[in-house]
């Protein structure tokens, strides 16, 4: 058979065709390894996800809390909690996103449910508007709706002290007294005033001190610093892309995983000198800001120091391994609540409370966790507000 009319391959071109074919079978196969890379990674992720959702779930306080234990509605309530989510807030950093739950429910606002009573209020006259800021504590971690300090606040000034009232719940998780010092002046912007304004703090000014090693700033602020301008700086969008928040799977395994290998060479943890006396500083110097702000725009404020689990005489086993588990800090948050007793400025103000004490001696648990109260120490410690609130409110009237 004559070839001499096919055409000839010259042996560079057929070396060259053999290379990019090459080549190409090099990329498709490098694409098809990062594809399933990226899938076991998603893959992966999942698991871990669902491995920690169940040991949050399996571990949460209010499951752990023995006088919880056999009740019908905790199984439900901790699920609920823990689908609470936070979204952006301009000033404060986050505000909890709405939610319709049983035992849990939070508005468009952001602001979680207050128990009201189920008469209707005096028309001839408004009720009384409380407005309560806080933190985790007066949010109510732990606890159902009705049990949360504001509401038992508005329970008892209503059936046991006969006053017409509307407490609302701005407490939030995680923030410290600035952010609330900044809601209240939003209301006030918004002429949103309060007949009253109670503040219930203490242990997250202490808490955000310890993580950042500085008084004064939000809790996890160093994800803000983290997060700040991410789209405009590769190597803060690629840790975006590949990490995320420390509360996904794989980066909460890494952690945890460094925390087990470094424990053995694990050092006592030290703190910056004048560290307590600046946190006390903070909070007092919010404490004069927020009366200021009060005092121009016509209402009373008051201010309650909060109780923490250190300082309670009889603790039982389970409180005991609650305080064990943050020992790391317990020195720091004695020698701040001690600054607070003997601060002058906080002394001498009639408006400033420190209820620290008001659980130390009682023998029952008290703390579900560090320093969330049960349901029932959330009403002593509303007992002893509404004694004050009712006072101020009664020489309102």
Known sequence: MDTSSEPRVEPGKKSR????????????????????????????????NALYRWDDFRNHPSRRFEAYRGADWVDAYVREELSVRE???????????????????????????????????????????VFMFGGSTAWGTGVRDDYTVPSWLARILSEEYGLDVEVTNFGEIGYVSTQELILLLRQI????????????DGVNDIFSAVQSRRAG?????????????????????????????????????AATLARRLLHAEKKPVEFPPGLAEDVVRTYAANVKLAET??????????????PAIYTKASKPPEEQASENRLLFVKDLYLDVYRRVREHPGLAADPAFHDISALLDDRPEACYIDYFHLSE??????????????????????
């Open 87 to 129: 979204g952006w807030a301009p000033f404060v950093h986050w505000r909890c996103e709405p939610r319709d739950g049983r035992d849990l429910r939070i508005g468009p606002d952001g602001l979680r449910r207050t128990w009201t009573r189920a008469a209707p209020h005096d028309p001839s006259r408004r009720p009384f508007r």
């Open 17 to 48: 065709r053999g290379f990019l074919r090459a080549l190409g079978r090099g990329i498709r196969a490098g694409w098809l390894y990062v594809g399933i890379t990226i899938l076991l990674l998603f893959a992966v992720e999942a698991g871990l």
């Open 293 to 306: 702000l009060a005092q121009a725009n016509g209402f009373p404020v008051l201010f309650y120091w909060q």
């Open 189 to 200: 912007q918004q002429g949103n005033l309060p007949d009253l304004a109670i503040f219930y």
């Open 376 to 397: 029932e120490a959330n009403g002593l410690v509303a007992r002893r507000l509404a004694e004050d609130a009712r006072a101020v409110l009664a020489s309102a009237q």
């Open 217 to 253: 700033l939000p809790e996890h602020e160093f994800n803000r610093v983290r997060e700040f301008n991410v789209l405009g700086r590769k190597r803060k969008a690629l840790a975006a892309l590949f990490w995320g928040s420390g509360q996904q799977g794989l980066p909460r395994f």
